[in-house]
């Protein structure tokens, strides 16, 4: 790739790739060396040091995705997102963070901050003003996630950042649930963006994976940390993920396709109360949602009316497997309430909007009628006579 100006599905085929140069293949050769020639102490060629070939290479196509200077790729979601945060805060700073975010960073932060005096506040709401009323004078970073999980909320990427930069503070977005083919937030003005690559830049739900893009500075100092706390990415997974990027493109934008049909046929369906989708013209963010985004993706969630008996309709589900995690090419759905959420007290999981009869759909490549008719046969075997 010398060309700058290639388009998004030619980025995720093609750049960064390696050249076989000894036997001209076609796709990247895997370098599974731990063990390079010495050149010298700074810039040795070390597994750990996230610079073996095929990480450098793969760090290229999400640089390249994202629209940032560079990349890093690491083990999981998590140790992106703990290495970004563990980064940009130490003792006595103050984070803000977005009060609906992935479950296990909320983890991290409530679990682990206090034993290195960092302070935290969730925020009330996802409004601009939200943020703006849990600064406090050593606030350092602000951390969102949109769309958001389960209910596919919007925040406002460039009301964030501005009010971020007048403050002098750095913006950090979990970006998993858009995919840089439907949200690049670096334009918006936000610093750092954060994957779990596990989800949709993996999308065969056959690996795990995380992965952070942002300015050359930032990875600099992101780097100095990550080599000491590991946390880097095996190189025979790297290569499969670099195959899976090479229909990044192309499977969002089919999963998206099925999941606005779906979208609308759960809206006009009598056993179904509500649809939480921001391609929805109901949603109350959907203008905001067209404003920053290119498609509204394929994760939704519905709430099924009472006389539905949800764990049956779990269990008569023919097609659509019951899983925990998501953006695979194949449908899955889950309840929160039993799963990403059964942590929360009753009480937190109503104030979130996080009833039981709420579900969570992540929408695959499968041919819509067969998804539809799934549904369909689940529903009528869960009404409860
Ligand atoms: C899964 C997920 C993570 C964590 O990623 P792992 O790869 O499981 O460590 C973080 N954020 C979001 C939005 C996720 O869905």
Redesign the pocket.
Known sequence: MTKKSYKTNTICTHAGELKDEQFKGAVSPIYLSSSYEFMDVDTKRYPRYFNTPNQEALSKKIAALEHTQAAMIFS????A?SNVLLTFLKSGDHIVLQNDI?G??RHLVESQFHRYNIEYSFTDGLEASDFKKAIQPNTKLIYI?TPS?PLLKIVDLKAIAKLAKSKQILTVI?N??ASPILQQPIGFGIDIVVH????YLGGHSDL???AVATSQAYIDAIWKMAITTGGNLSDFTIWMLERSIKTLGIRVKAQTKNAKKIANYLNKHHAITKVHYPGLKTHPDYKLAKQQMRGFGAMLSFEVKKDINVKTFFKALNLIKPSM??AGVESTMLLPSETSHALLSPEDRITQGITDSLIRFSVGIEDIKDIVEDIEQAITIAAVR
């Open positions: 999981s979601g998590m140790a997102i992935y296990g960073t996630e999980n979990d998993t649930f779990s690559a596990t989800k795990c994976a995380g995690s998501l």
